[in-house]
């Protein structure tokens, strides 16, 4: 029997299960009640057994280095936004900017703008992506059942997803009522 945990708390498709509890129930990912966490991702089930202590600690410092890269990162294309915003405001102040190279110049901006955005979103993904391969490297218990990341649901890239498998893995089993 599954129980599932409060919609409002998640931001991905989560159950909390049991460990003996098999029902096919296509792409989820499932946090057992001793610990272990189960992926199913069309039809495949990967499993990942609780860390030790250790392997806990390195999981965590290395998440942590992936959001320092993604903050830094952020911060870099919020300094190149700002930059366009005075130079987009430098150019609607300009008299003798003709109306035609006010647009084309505020749209070679946006232009550059989003591909700057599109740049930190592929960043983000990608190590995201590089966490769950050491997290499958280090705990998955069917070492032989990896899948390439290009197939993998894009849900496995969401912001708050490590963190949720994180403190699992520090509560579970000791925790009450799970």
């Known amino acids: 029997m599954t129980d599932p945990v409060d919609p409002d708390e998640l931001s991905v498709p989560v159950v909390v299960t049991d460990p003996e509890d098999d029902e096919d129930a296509g792409d989820e990912l ?10 199913r991702v069309n039809g495949e089930r990967y499993r ?18 992936v959001q320092d890269q993604i903050g830094e990162a952020a911060e870099d294309v919020q300094l190149i936004a700002t930059e366009m915003m005075e130079k987009s405001q430098a150019l609607e102040k300009d008299e003798s900017a003709t109306p ?4 084309k110049g505020r749209r070679k901006m ?5 591909a700057k955005g599109r740049e930190l979103t592929l960043l ?12 499958f490297a280090t705990l998955d218990v069917d070492k032989a059942n990896h899948t390439d990341p290009v197939d ?13 498998v994180l403190q699992h893995w520090r509560d579970v089993p000791l925790a009450r009522g799970k």
Request: aromatic share 10%.
């Open 124 to 135: 983000a993904e990608t190590l995201r992506i590089g966490w769950w391969e050491r997290v």
């Open 100 to 103: 035609a190279a006010v647009v």
């Open 152 to 164: 993998l649901p894009a849900w496995i890239v969401d912001t708050n997803l490590p963190g949720q």
């Open 30 to 39: 499932q946090l057992a009640k001793n610990g272990w966490v189960r992926f």
């Open 110 to 114: 946006q232009r550059e703008s989003t």
């Open 48 to 65: 990942l057994r609780r860390p030790f202590l250790g392997e806990l600690r390195d999981l965590r410092l290395a998440l942590e280095d």
